[in-house]
Nanobody, 123 residues
Framework: QVQLVESGGGLVQAGGSLRLSCAASGRTFNIRAMGWFRQAPGKEREFVAAISWSGSSTYQDSLKGRFTISRDNAKNTAYLQMNSLKPEDTAVYYC?????????????????WGQGTQVTVSE
């Protein structure tokens, strides 16, 4: 069984930064892609960023330049560095394990999900 545990969320003022972490159990971490998604109240869950097993990354176009995804395979952990945060970034952020090696952007390309961590950005 794979478990994903997010941490690092919280309340931050607009313009601030947060770094989210996703700790994964299981020995398949370093041969699967990892992704971050978010869901704001009343909206569908949307893709944020993903990183392949080898470290290639992809982002939602509107977040490029502000968000950075990374991973430390030795620690079985993925990260999402979020800078210049805006109120519209407020959401529950979820990490997910990919079904394969590729950093996909669709939810169907991920099989295990964390419980989510709340990020709230105030004006």
């Amino acid at each position: 069984q794979v478990q994903l545990v997010e941490s690092g969320g919280g309340l931050v003022q607009a313009g601030g930064s947060l770094r989210l972490s996703c700790a994964a159990s299981g020995r398949t971490f370093n041969i699967r892609a990892m992704g971050w998604f978010r869901q704001a109240p009343g909206k569908e869950r949307e893709f944020v960023a993903a990183i392949s097993w080898s470290g290639s990354s992809t982002y939602q176009d509107s977040l490029k330049g502000r968000f950075t995804i990374s991973r430390d395979n030795a620690k079985n952990t993925a990260y999402l560095q979020m800078n210049s945060l805006k109120p519209e970034d407020t959401a529950v952020y979820y990490c997910a394990r990919g079904t394969g090696l590729r950093a996909g952007t669709d939810r169907t390309e991920y099989d295990y999900w964390g419980q989510g961590t709340q990020v709230t950005v105030s004006e």
